[in-house]
């Protein structure tokens, strides 16, 4: 299985992964962190790098370089293109921090036979069945990470709707006792 149906499958033992994406979804400092180790993890593999023009001296001894920018011109036409090249290996960034989100997002789509997520500590997180204990663990610890008034706007609603039912029913009362 291929895309974000891949999370379902098992990634098996010593499995040659020929084409990656690497997208650099996330601040220099992290990418410096994570963008040695690709070569070392995955010596056989030949990287496409998905990158913001910002990060150029970063990415100037790579083969192919696509620039976020251009991407963003023709959105659709851009990702249906990669989609088309069938990556076996996609690595994505997630640092935790609020850019990049929809970048992040769309490699769900990229159709790549492998997705793997790098947190910013660079650890690695395979986005397989075998490894969702990891997974679960790195959602929590973004969900435990968020602040308290995330959910204020629940609690106004709340608040409001409470307001109202008691308004009415008082007006209900109100009448019956005439």
Same mark, same amino acid.
């Given at each position: 299985? #291929?895309?974000?149906? &891949?999370?379902?499958?098992?990634?098996?033992?010593?499995?040659? +992964?020929?084409?990656?994406?690497?997208?650099?979804?996330?601040?220099?400092?992290?990418?410096?962190?994570?963008?040695?180790?690709?070569?070392?993890?995955?010596?056989?593999?030949?990287?496409? =790098?998905?990158?913001?023009?910002?990060?150029?001296?970063?990415? =100037?001894?790579?083969?192919? /370089?696509?620039? $976020?920018?251009?991407?963003?011109?023709?959105?659709?036409?851009?990702? &249906?293109? $990669?989609?088309?090249?069938?990556? @076996? %290996?996609?690595?994505?960034?997630?640092?935790?921090?609020?850019?990049?989100?929809?970048?992040?997002? &769309?490699?769900?789509?990229? !159709?790549? #036979?492998?997705?793997?997520? +790098?947190?910013?500590?660079? @650890?690695?997180? /395979?986005?397989?069945?075998?490894?969702? !204990?990891?997974?679960?663990?790195?959602? *929590?610890? #973004?969900?435990?990470?968020?602040?308290?008034?995330?959910?204020?706007?629940?609690?106004?609603?709340?608040?409001?709707?409470?307001? $109202?039912? %008691?308004?009415?029913?008082?007006?209900? /009362?109100?009448?019956? *006792? +005439?």
């Amino acid at each position: 299985m #291929r895309g974000w149906l &891949s999370f379902l499958t098992i990634e098996p033992r010593g499995s040659a +992964y020929r084409t990656g994406l690497f997208v650099a979804s996330a601040e220099m400092d992290v990418i410096r962190r994570v963008h040695p180790a690709l070569a070392q993890r995955w010596p056989t593999v030949e990287f496409t =790098c998905l990158a913001p023009e910002g990060f150029a001296s970063e990415f =100037c001894d790579e083969r192919e /370089v696509l620039w $976020l920018e251009q991407l963003k011109l023709h959105p659709l036409r851009s990702l &249906s293109a $990669l989609r088309r090249r069938k990556f @076996d %290996l996609c690595v994505v960034l997630s640092a935790g921090r609020p850019t990049f989100r929809k970048l992040r997002f &769309s490699t769900l789509w990229l !159709n790549a #036979r492998r997705i793997v997520m +790098y947190n910013e500590n660079g @650890d690695l997180i /395979v986005m397989d069945r075998a490894h969702w !204990n990891e997974f679960c663990a790195h959602v *929590a610890y #973004r969900i435990g990470r968020w602040p308290l008034s995330f959910f204020y706007p629940m609690g106004f609603i709340y608040l409001g709707v409470r307001t $109202l039912w %008691l308004i009415a029913r008082s007006r209900f /009362v109100a009448r019956k *006792a +005439y």
